[in-house]
C-alpha cells in the first residue's frame, strides 16, 4: 500500500494559478503511474492527468488541456499539478492516485492508492 500525501490547493481567483504536490511513500515510486482526479459536488469523479514511469508519457483530459501540466520528481518521490488559467469550473477536490500496474483506461478504479484529496476554489 502507498501512502500519498497531497499539499497545495486552495482558493484563487479566475485566471489564476494553483500548484497541487502529491508525495508518495513508497521507494519504488519510480514504477509507479501517478494521476490526479477531481470530484465536484453532485458530479462523477473525473480523470484530470496521468504519467507514466516516463516523465514524457503523459495524458490530460480535454477540459484541462493546455491549462494544466502534470509533471514527477522520482528522486523526491513527487507528482505535481501544476493548474494555469483556472476557472470556476475547475472548482473541486482534487485526488492524487497511484498504481503499479496501470491498464491505461483513465477510470479511478484502476488505481488502487489514493491521497488525501484537497479543495480547490475558483472564484468568478
Known amino acids: 500500500q502507498v501512502q500519498l500525501v497531497q499539499s497545495g490547493g486552495g482558493l484563487v481567483q479566475a485566471g489564476g494559478s494553483l500548484r497541487l504536490s502529491c508525495a508518495a511513500s513508497?521507494?519504488?515510486?519510480?514504477?509507479?503511474?501517478m494521476g490526479w482526479f477531481r470530484k465536484a459536488p453532485g458530479k462523477e469523479p473525473e480523470f484530470v492527468a496521468a504519467?507514466?514511469?516516463?516523465?514524457?508519457?503523459?495524458s490530460y483530459a480535454d477540459s484541462v488541456k493546455g491549462r494544466f501540466t502534470i509533471s514527477r520528481d522520482n528522486a523526491k518521490k513527487t507528482v505535481y499539478l501544476q493548474m494555469n488559467s483556472l476557472k470556476p469550473e475547475d472548482t473541486a477536490v482534487y485526488y492524487c492516485?497511484?498504481?503499479?500496474?496501470?491498464?491505461?483506461?483513465?477510470?479511478?478504479?484502476?488505481?488502487?492508492?489514493w491521497g488525501q484529496g484537497t479543495q480547490v476554489t475558483v472564484s468568478s
Open positions: 513508497e521507494r519504488t515510486f519510480s514504477r509507479y503511474t
Open positions: 504519467i507514466g514511469q516516463s516523465a514524457s508519457n503523459t
Open positions: 492516485a497511484a498504481e503499479e500496474y496501470y491498464s491505461g483506461s483513465h477510470v479511478p478504479f484502476d488505481f488502487g492508492n
